[in-house]
């Protein structure tokens, strides 16, 4: 596996007029990664998309994809990607075959063995006219044509619009597999629960700044869980408020429900030499919450 970066942005900045879509980016995404690119709608995230692909031109600062510079190489880098644009558009009298045949034929051939096993794994029918199908179909034709020629770098934006549940997770497996054989993805979406499945790390933009690059793990282990501990007499609830990241203490007789963001062993060590714990139950911790307060306008 190569140490080059799949993706890497330094200080990628583009504005329309007064309207500072992308701020100073600075990036790396690795091979065999799989990195989830979250933020509100209008965050920047498509515009960073299209300015890495060469599609639009940065006001300031620079992109590469496998080392090669975005600009300059733009035709070569294109023969080693694949791309789910955010408005997947398509020829609405072709077929969903004759789509893939156009694009088979723009790459130089492709495994068509290969492109029948992507289909049986999305469920799409490749028979009726693109026009006909409803967009979580249509957007099944437009994954099947970005992972058809196994590119090194599979860049999408918002891909699971539109698709079933079933089809979500066929989808994500896909995903781990690309990311298992040393190749990239880079995922952007606006929905949490579409990334956190997959992603290692994630990168959040609000507008067009990046704010945070987490691992999912340690964002996990930042999120606050809801605790409930049950005893066989009654507890005093000042007992809890002054332990490390313990909040919001409710105390009902034997029952104490609080939040707590600290480490589950310290608050289970000092609760166990004061009173007799019978019984515990935690919710998992709960990350869409961590991302709304990144999401949030704030100082």
Do not use: C
């Amino acid at each position: 596996m190569t140490d080059t970066p799949s993706i890497q942005t330094i200080g990628l900045t583009k504005h329309y007029g007064d309207v500072k879509a992308l701020v100073d980016l600075d990036l790396e995404i690795h091979p065999g990664e799989i990195f989830g690119f979250l933020g509100p709608n209008g965050a920047g995230k498509t515009t960073m998309i299209r300015t890495i692909l060469d599609e639009i031109r940065p006001t300031a600062g620079s992109a590469s994809i496998l080392g090669l510079d975005s600009q300059e190489k733009s035709v070569e880098i294109r023969r080693s990607i694949g791309y789910v644009p955010g408005d997947l558009a398509m020829y609405p009298n072709l077929t969903g075959r004759d789509t893939i045949t156009y694009f088979a034929n723009l790459r130089g051939g492709v495994d068509w063995g290969y492109v029948d096993e992507l289909a049986e794994r999305l469920d799409a029918d490749l028979s009726k006219k693109v026009g006909d199908l409803s967009s979580g179909n249509r957007q099944k034709v437009g994954l099947i044509q970005a992972f058809m020629n196994r590119p090194d770098v599979l860049i999408m934006d918002e891909p699971s619009s539109g698709l079933d549940p079933l089809v979500q997770r066929e989808f994500q497996a896909m995903m781990r597999e690309v990311a298992k054989e040393g190749r990239t993805v880079f995922l952007s979406s606006h929905t949490l629960s579409e990334v956190q499945r997959v992603a290692g790390r994630v990168g959040i933009i609000r507008h067009g700044l990046l704010i945070a690059v987490e691992e999912v793990s340690s964002l996990r282990s930042k999120a606050i869980r809801k605790v409930d501990l049950f005893f066989d007499d009654e507890v005093d609830g000042g007992v809890f408020e002054p332990l490390p990241g313990v909040r919001d203490v409710t105390v009902a007789n034997h029952h104490v429900t609080l939040s707590f963001d600290g480490q589950m062993e310290t608050l289970l060590r000092v609760v166990s030499r004061r009173y007799n714990l019978l019984d515990i139950t935690t919710q998992e911790a709960d990350l869409e919450e961590i991302f709304l307060t990144y999401y949030r306008d704030g100082e």
